[in-house]
């Protein structure tokens, strides 16, 4: 880990607090990707003519990716609590966005340095991501989660560990109210009602400080939550209906039963998901990551699903008539282009 003198702790603590509070990216209007307006269902249903998409990008937050806010609140909170010190290392089980930015955050704290558990899954680019922003890696052996060996090990040495769990943490919830709050300003300054707001169920933190933070705003505005299909099928930084069954064993964990208005949306392939990002990339300019593109080709999964049992689509219109969904996009493609199935995506 890099070590700062106090002044520059103190400015970089300064710099990201404001960016958090004021300097967030703008809200984006996200075409319709031509495959889509291809499908049927969409000439048919005329839904072009009402619909309206917008997408936070967390990409262009520090540290590239959305996990920066509530990884950072999670740090001040339990500096606050008092569990830091210089002979602490903060571990943390990730997948890889929340580890790079709690590896650039580390610095900025009294403590021995950051430590990501994975698992040995994770994309090798992510993993180099994770290297390049001050963290260390330790791996979880075979047939262990990264959660459960994160704790374990804080459990067995506590003196040398403290474990910042994301999927129970507070601070995952409450470092969000950052976007949200930021998001709800772009709404008002781009003069729209949002009707559904959409993100990926990972830690269901986003979903769940979309309820808390948004949602009181809108009341109106319901909230859709996007899972891998499977765990066969699972998008990288995402989780399937089996792996969010699996939070369910550490109290505390945030369960997206308790906060989406719809069913959980399972119906899309790692494929779709990845054809999907090169599409954006290559056509549309936006590097966006396997999870957003999950979440993206997940929204249009449940339109045309609601169409199909329908025939309209009333149920998700505003006052105004219209549907104006708000997702919320994680990470870019960049990390993940190691992956042999990612990659054949963009080069077919």
Not at 173 to 189: F, N, Q, S, Y
Request: aromatic residues 10%; hydrophobic residues 40%.
């Amino acid at each position: 880990m890099r070590k700062l003198t106090q002044s520059q702790k103190d400015e970089m603590r300064a710099r990201l607090l404001d960016i958090m509070e004021h300097r967030l990216p703008p809200l984006r209007t996200i075409l319709t990707p031509d495959s889509t307006k291809e499908e049927p269902w969409f000439r048919e249903s005329g839904i072009e003519k009402i619909l309206k998409k917008y997408a936070f990008f967390g990409a262009e937050m520090r540290a590239h990716n959305g996990k920066s806010a509530p990884a950072f609140m999670a740090w001040l909170m339990d500096e606050k609590a008092g569990k830091f010190n210089k002979d602490i290392m903060v571990i943390g089980a990730t997948s890889g966005n929340w580890g790079m930015a709690s590896g650039l955050i580390a610095p900025m704290f009294d403590v021995k340095g950051f430590s990501a558990v994975i698992e040995r899954t994770v994309p090798k680019g992510k993993q180099n991501q994770l290297i390049a922003a001050g963290a260390e890696i330790i791996y979880a052996p075979d047939g262990v989660s990264s959660i459960e060996h994160a704790q374990a090990l804080a459990e067995k040495y506590p003196e040398q560990y403290h474990f910042i769990n994301q999927y129970i943490h507070e601070g995952s919830v409450l470092g969000h109210k950052w976007p949200m709050d930021h998001i709800a300003r772009e709404l008002a300054r781009l003069g729209e009602t949002p009707s559904i707001f959409a993100a990926t169920t990972g830690t269901c933190s986003t979903i769940m400080a979309a309820k808390r933070y948004l949602k009181s705003g809108f009341p109106q505005m319901k909230i859709l939550g996007v899972a891998s299909m499977s765990n066969n099928e699972k998008v990288h930084g995402s989780r399937s209906p089996e792996g969010l069954a699996e939070l369910k064993k550490f109290p505390g964990s945030f369960q997206y039963e308790d906060i989406v208005d719809f069913p959980l949306m399972t119906g899309i392939t790692k494929r779709e998901a990845y054809v999907m990002s090169a599409e954006f990339y290559q056509q549309y300019y936006h590097s966006l990551g396997p999870t957003s593109m999950l979440l993206e080709a997940g929204t249009y999964r449940f339109l045309k699903d609601h169409w199909e049992r329908h025939g309209n689509f009333d149920a998700l219109k505003n006052k105004n008539g219209e549907i104006v969904m708000v997702s919320f996009f994680m990470d870019m493609h960049l990390p993940y282009l190691d992956d042999p199935d990612v990659l054949a995506a963009f080069a077919s």
